[in-house]
């Protein structure tokens, strides 16, 4: 029994209290004194990153309009290359629907400088459309196709410079 009332001495109580204590306080202390010291950090990351969402929208929707406008930009352009596409279908029917001239060819059909014709009959079925400055079928069709891929190149380029001059100048897709 003594053993037991021995060891209920103060001295052990207090050894005891101070063993368990002591680190308990130091570890409340440490963890109080880092919440002192981030508060401030905390409060200057909280204001940064409201700011930062702020920004974010306001990029947002600047990114927003501007493709938007791209976008109405690409469907106006389209529908002029539409139009321009089909203008030139329209005139390439009609320059089909014609049979070319040579320019330089002389319009009268006695030519001094030829002579007198000896040509048999067939032959001068053939020749009187080259007498008369007509273009052979194939030579007209050869022609019109030229002109008619000439016209879509040059719509090409015309609708590329129009996107170049537009987007070269960021502030005029905004000021439609």
């Known amino acids: 029994m003594t053993t037991i009332l021995a060891?209920?001495?103060?001295e052990r109580w207090i050894i005891l209290a101070l063993i368990v204590l002591l680190p308990a306080g130091y570890?409340?202390?440490?963890?109080h004194e880092r919440g002192i010291g981030?508060?401030?950090?905390?409060?200057?990351?909280?204001?940064?990153?409201?700011?930062a969402a702020k920004l974010l929208k306001v990029k947002t929707d600047e990114a927003n309009a501007a493709t938007q406008a791209l976008k109405d930009f690409h469907i106006a352009q389209e529908k002029t290359d539409a139009i321009n596409d089909q203008?030139?279908?329209i005139l390439a029917d009609k320059l089909h629907a014609t049979r070319l001239r040579d320019p330089g060819a002389t319009?009268?059909?006695?030519?001094?400088?030829?002579?007198?014709n000896t040509a048999n009959a067939s032959s001068s079925a053939a020749d009187g459309a080259q007498d008369s400055g007509l273009l052979s079928e194939r030579a007209s069709d050869f022609l019109r196709a030229q002109a008619f891929q000439a016209d879509r190149i040059n719509l090409a380029y015309i609708s590329c410079r129009q996107s170049l001059q537009?987007?070269?100048?960021?502030?005029s897709l905004f000021i439609n």
Request: net charge neutral.
């Open 7 to 10: 060891w209920f001495n103060p």
């Open 27 to 31: 570890f409340s202390w440490r963890s």
């Open 38 to 51: 981030a508060a401030p950090y905390i409060e200057a990351i909280k204001k940064q990153n409201e700011e």
């Open 87 to 89: 203008a030139i279908s």
């Open 107 to 116: 319009r009268c059909s006695s030519n001094p400088a030829q002579g007198p």
């Open 166 to 171: 537009k987007l070269s100048d960021p502030e």
